[in-house]
């Protein structure tokens, strides 16, 4: 029996309803997670181990607050040298292994004025510009795409007001990276709707949704967008500032798949 295979027999026990993504640093929002079985991401078909510091590599299997929950520690960046279908394997694999909601997580630079370092963002849409003449498309009425669940950007709102805090839902830029973006280019994007900015998440939104999956996706801010911030911007910063987002990330993440 495969390693996968062997995954696969202990989550078909489980039957967890909800996958999690984990963006970049955010780790420590899993605190609430219990794991029975893990898989390297080399051992899933379809799949290759993630080269950017941060990301773990590793699907893992168990109960998120007592309830059955996968959990990907980490993804894979079209950035890293992968064509669009790896970068999406990991909502087919989610599909495979049965569970019907994905929620994904990413680190983003803030773009809206109020968006600071540690703030996290519901995401209500997105922007693609992962080819040659995506930035075409921003004329268009179509440039916004919805593939997340109006439900759930509905309920992350509610519980954070319950908690006492406000939930900003906005419209998420994905960029193909590696490097980050211009002070021009993020004028441009703010003033086509963007509220953050990012290297991920769009397509395996887009994918999911195709899959017949139920969507949420969630930013954690770990700095200002180029040009609004006062120091250049760099990874170490992006993984250092995750960390004051993720017991919130936690708590909220616990919500979503307590719900499923």
């Known amino acids: 029996m495969t390693p996968f295979a062997a995954f696969a027999r202990t989550a ?7 996958a999690v993504v984990l963006g970049s640093g955010l780790a420590g929002a899993t605190r609430a997670f219990a794991e029975r079985a893990s898989v390297g991401f080399g051992d899933i078909p379809g ?21 059955p929950a996968l959990l990907f520690l ?20 989610v599909a495979e ?7 994904l997580t990413n680190a ?36 916004v795409s919805q593939p997340y669940s109006a439900c759930l950007v509905d309920a992350m709102q509610a519980n954070e007001r319950a908690a006492g805090r406000e939930l900003l839902a906005g419209v998420y830029a994905a960029l193909t990276g590696p490097s980050y973006e211009t002070p021009a280019e993020i004028r441009a994007l703010a003033r086509c709707g963007a ?45 250092t500032n995750a960390k004051l987002a993720v ?13 499923a």
């Not at 993804?75 to 087919?92: A, L, M, N, P």
């Not at 017991?247 to 719900?259: S, T, V």
């Open 12 to 18: 078909a026990a489980l039957a967890p309803r909800t």
């Open 47 to 67: 799949l290759v181990p993630p080269t950017v510091h941060g990301h773990g590599g590793r699907l893992a299997v168990g109960a998120w607050a007592g309830v």
């Open 74 to 93: 980490g993804r894979q960046h079209f950035y890293e040298g992968h064509s669009w279908q790896t970068v999406t394997g990991t909502v087919r694999t």
């Open 97 to 103: 292994l049965g569970a019907r909601r994905v929620v």
């Open 108 to 143: 983003a630079g803030g773009i809206h004025p109020a968006l600071q370092p540690g703030d996290l963002m519901a995401l209500r849409g997105h922007i693609k510009l992962l080819d040659a003449t995506a930035w075409r498309g921003l004329a268009s009425d179509n440039a």
């Open 195 to 239: 509220d953050a900015v990012g290297m991920s998440t769009a397509t395996e939104a887009e994918e999911a949704v195709r899959l017949g999956m139920e969507v949420a996706g969630i930013s954690c801010i770990t700095n200002k967008a180029a040009g609004l911030g006062g120091a250049p911007l760099d990874h170490t910063e992006v993984l």
């Open 247 to 259: 017991e919130r990330m936690g708590e909220l993440l616990a919500a979503l798949i307590a719900a």
